[in-house]
């Protein structure tokens, strides 16, 4: 927690204490002790009017007990917080890690990079169109996994590549690209259907793109052509027009 995070703190905790928690505890617990039948927020004007009494040395030491007790329960409130999400972030890597392990299947796919050309040691685009086929062969089957900075053995080698061909090299950038790429070959209307998030694993940045089976029928947009894919094992194989005009009647996928 950096020096504007504690001052955040200590400011809202002091204000939910004052200006909350008191008046309402002080409240109840008049009413209480007072033979006044009247309703217990009724007193909380007067309460007000004592919690802002600064030359009462007992009411200042009051109100600095309920300060303390704001600032705690904001701290325990957003430490709870950290702790579930750091709990969940470890049980997703857990599961990444398992399905590097298994290897690639009908729903889990491994791709080294996006972009990045490992054997000529530059961008190559045609990369892309690799990893969006999968993406598309995942849309028009049962969904699946793609895991972009893991080669085919379950190898993790990172996306340091990749982010430095990006004009924004990180993984904002590289998520960005990646939207870019499903609505420029696929189809706007087809991003909703994935999703995607990055994990640390072995100290390296990998890629989970999330994808969902699709309602409708997909295609790679490639130059003047549709190319129609499907999951076939672990692998992504493209149907001509009568496979796919099959596929898509069996399947009951729209066009």
Known sequence: MNKNHIILVVLFGTLLGVFLIEPIVLSLFIHEIDAEIIHWWQYIPKIYSSVLTLNDIDQLILNLIFAITGILLVLVIRYKRLVLSAVDL???????????????????????????????????????????????????????????????????????????????????????YIYQLISTKIGAKYSSLINVNFYKISSKEICLVDVKKSKIASFLLFKDKALFYIRSGNSTRELDAKEALEFIQETKLKT
């Open 90 to 176: 470890r049980q997703k890597k857990e599961t990444i890690e398992k399905l590097i392990k298994t290897g690639e299947s009908q729903t889990v796919e491994f791709k080294s990079t996006l972009r990045w050309d490992l054997y000529q040691s530059k961008p190559n685009k045609d990369l892309e169109d690799v990893v969006v086929k999968t993406i598309v062969g995942f849309m028009n089957s049962s969904g699946g996994k793609l895991l972009i900075g893991v080669d085919d053995d379950g190898q993790i080698l990172g996306l340091s590549k990749d982010y430095s061909t990006l004009k924004k090299e990180n993984k904002d950038g590289f998520e960005q």
